[in-house]
Nanobody
Framework: VQLQASGGGLVQAGGSLRLSCVVS????????MGWFRQPPGKERGFVAA????????DYKDSVKGRFTISRDNAKNTVYLQMNNLIPQDTAVYYC????????????????WGQGTLVTVSS
């Protein structure tokens, strides 16, 4: 199983980025997906999750209204659209595969991508 995350970069506060995560080696449509992030010097934490058929989504409170998680099962890809970015969003962002819809805990995820760095300047 491989997860390839991309789309990170350097952006000014107020800007936008879209992260992508392509999953291979699994039946993607059977999996719930999530995005986590790890700010510098801090632990990895939940950002957003999406169910298999995109019916259910969940977000960390601080990103609600700014971030949108989505998926394209035909492309085996999950996305994280990030708008109105703030410096506190600076982190390495990771995508993960879970068997549990709406999973917020790291241990509920079976596979992880390598991470993509998002840096938001003030």
């Amino acid at each position: 199983v491989q997860l390839q995350a991309s789309g990170g970069g350097l952006v000014q506060a107020g800007g936008s980025l879209r992260l992508s995560c392509v999953v291979s080696g699994r039946t993607f449509s059977n999996d719930a997906m999530g995005w986590f992030r790890q700010p510098p010097g801090k632990e990895r934490g939940f950002v957003a999750a999406i169910s298999r058929g995109s019916v259910f989504t969940d977000y960390k409170d601080s990103v609600k209204g700014r971030f949108t998680i989505s998926r394209d099962n035909a492309k085996n890809t999950v996305y994280l659209q990030m708008n109105n970015l703030i410096p506190q969003d600076t982190a390495v962002y990771y995508c993960g595969v879970s068997r549990t819809v709406g999973a917020r805990a790291i241990h509920e995820y079976d596979y992880w991508g390598q991470g993509t760095l998002v840096t938001v300047s003030s």
